[in-house]
């Protein structure tokens, strides 16, 4: 069974540096084809794809955050950590990680989600 | 920047088929996934790779892809499936995006 946790402070201030926490089960990040994904929803929107790390250390961005984003992995703890720097008000959103599967090349698990607030 | 659209917003009787369309300039040539996501809750992969169903997904969601539109269709809708959906592709860099989302009313 893979399950997914999400870590992290729920409140930054404005132009702080967001750190989280992927922690993960069920797979290993050394398996081909596989990878980890952070998703972000701001209150009462829609979804906006963040950030995917492959099983190869292949890493992805989004175009629009492309600059402000890293994304790291630690296979060892089974984590996978997202630093978002710069943060500002319209950061403020539900982030999640979830499980790229091989077979289904989607985002078949995830977790439960972290709630971030941008505020001073 | 690439888009995924989606209507709004269906609305449909229960017993009755519901149609979720995504259009999207890349979609001939990248795959369509669906998620379907309840209120305050995760959301869930219910259609991969146009049409494949993961293990789990009740048979009456089907998907299909023609030329730039992909359609997620719930036939016989119960009233358990009133969420939002969202489609997800990618654009020809292989870069993902999500679409605006399509609230589904069971009326």
């Known amino acids: 069974q893979i399950t997914l946790k999400e870590s992290g402070p729920t409140l930054v201030k404005p132009k702080e540096t967001l750190t989280l926490t992927c922690t993960f089960s069920?797979?290993?990040?050394?398996?081909?084809?596989?990878?980890v994904g952070w998703i972000r929803q701001p209150p009462g929107k829609a979804l906006e794809w963040v950030a995917l790390l492959f099983w190869n250390d292949d890493k992805r961005y989004s175009p629009s955050l492309r600059n402000r984003v890293s994304i790291t992995k630690d296979t060892s703890k089974n984590q996978v950590v997202l630093i978002m720097t710069d943060m500002e008000p319209v950061d403020t959103a539900t982030y999640y990680c979830?499980?790229?599967?091989?077979?289904?090349?989607?985002?078949?698990?995830w977790g439960q989600g972290t709630l971030v607030t941008v505020s001073s | 920047s690439y888009e995924l659209t989606q209507p709004p917003s269906v609305s449909v009787s229960p017993g009755q088929t519901a149609r979720i369309t995504c259009s999207g300039d890349?979609?001939?040539?990248?795959?369509g996934y669906w998620y379907q996501q309840k209120p305050g809750q995760a959301p869930v992969l219910v259609m991969y790779?146009?049409?494949e169903r993961p293990s789990g997904i009740p048979e009456r969601f089907s998907g299909s892809s023609s030329g730039t539109i992909v359609t997620l269709t719930i036939s016989g809708v119960q009233a358990e499936d009133e969420a939002d959906y969202y489609c997800?592709?990618?654009?020809?860099?292989?870069?993902?995006?999500f679409g605006g989302g399509t609230k589904l009313t069971v009326l």
């Open positions: 979830a499980h790229r599967g091989l077979r289904t090349s989607s985002f078949d698990s």
């Open positions: 997800q592709s990618a654009d020809t860099s292989f870069n993902w995006v």
């Open positions: 790779k146009d049409s």
């Open positions: 069920g797979f290993s990040l050394s398996s081909d084809g596989v990878g």
């Open positions: 890349a979609l001939p040539k990248q795959y």
